[in-house]
């Protein structure tokens, strides 16, 4: 590739410095994003709202969302994000959720996308739902009342999801809504996977607050190292200020063709610039993960011995192993 200096980051790291494109970088990853809302991150910091605290430090000690740390540390809170649109957060979010409860986790997946199609995926009508994750952001309705058992817990999206960041921008803690939503229910489960829009904005800033870690999908058909840019500098804000914890734990590369030059070389890129953070399960292109949602159900149900369906069990395989390996190697330094 030759072009691309991105400084590496560290594998599965804690809070990192944002990497730094150089100019000509920028050039060289074709069309430019339809993105993203950078007044909601530049708003952030600036604003001397209530939320954000001198004391953040001490990891949310206000919040009862962290009160038990015990429960902070053990439930994994992924948000699957990526601003640029179609890259397969819901398919991820849906498929690694159904997989990790095929292991014997206990998973709750999270529509915070006012398309709703993680619930459509499960067969529900996100036109027809009377209560949401749109009330329990804005009205404080406890989240158990909006989640359905489907293959997994889905916390349900509506229409009216569209008009929650307006809503929540008047608000106090807006920022923190998620996160103090998910302590009612966050000892009861292993996973909680939380799909957010294709954009930066206050529900996906909802989503980083919330989360202990971020899984981006990458469409490796459509490489942009600038959105991933844009999208480490909002996470590094919302570390400086909402929450010290979260960070980018992994890449998930998807739409992969191994026949085409385009596909092996963009992920050449991703592993350039990001090394160890790339997962190295590639899901790849298959018109089963279109077919699947028409169903309303993940592959792993639609199609549970093809290629597709195993694609997304080996991801959940790769990402608990990776976690154990942590957990070990952390383990061993305190001893
Ligand atoms: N590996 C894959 N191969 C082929 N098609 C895929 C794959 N993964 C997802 N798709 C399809 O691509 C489309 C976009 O996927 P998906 O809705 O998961 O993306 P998204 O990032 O959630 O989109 P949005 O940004 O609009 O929320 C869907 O039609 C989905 O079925
Ligand atoms: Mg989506």
Do not use: W
Not at 66 to 85: D, M, P, W
Not at 291 to 319: F, H, M, Q, W
């Amino acid at each position: 590739m030759g072009l691309i200096r991105l400084r590496p980051r560290p594998a599965r790291s804690r809070p990192a410095p944002a990497p730094e494109l150089e100019p000509e970088v920028l050039d060289r990853v074709g069309e430019p994003d339809v993105v993203s809302e950078p007044d909601v991150v530049s708003e952030l910091t600036p604003e001397p709202a209530p939320i954000v605290t001198p004391t953040f430090g001490a990891p949310a000690a206000e919040s009862t969302a962290a009160a038990a740390t015990s429960e902070r540390v053990a439930t994994r809170v992924i948000a699957l994000a990526n601003q640029k649109g179609g890259v397969a957060k819901t398919t991820t979010t849906l498929n690694l959720g159904v997989a990790f409860h095929e292991m014997g986790h206990r998973v709750l997946i999270v529509d915070l996308d006012p398309q709703g199609n993680l619930t459509m995926s499960q067969g529900l009508n996100p036109d027809t739902i009377e209560r949401s994750m749109f009330d329990v952001l804005v009205h404080k309705v406890p989240i158990s009342e909006v989640i359905e058992q489907r293959e997994v817990d889905l916390a349900v999206a509506s229409i009216d999801l569209a008009g929650a960041e307006l809503a929540l921008s008047s608000l106090i803690g807006r920022e923190r809504s998620l996160e103090k939503a998910l302590a009612e229910v966050r000892a009861s489960y292993d996973f909680i996977l939380v799909d957010t829009p294709p954009s930066l904005g206050l529900l996906t800033i909802n989503a980083f607050v919330a989360a202990t870690g971020v899984f981006v999908p990458v469409q490796c058909e459509y490489l942009s190292l600038r959105g991933l840019v844009q999208l480490e500098n909002t996470l590094a804000m919302v570390r400086e200020n909402l929450n010290p914890h979260v960070a980018v734990e992994g890449i998930v590369a998807t739409m992969f063709d191994g026949r085409t030059l385009h596909s092996r070389e963009a992920i050449e890129i991703l592993e350039e610039n990001f090394g160890d953070l790339v997962f190295r399960t590639r899901i790849r292109k298959t018109v089963r993960y279109a077919e699947a949602p028409v169903k309303g159900s993940s592959v792993l149900k639609y199609d549970p011995t093809g290629a597709a369906a195993e694609a997304y069990r080996e991801l959940a395989r790769e990402i608990v192993a990776a976690k154990e390996a942590q957990d070990g190697a952390q383990a061993r330094e305190h001893a």
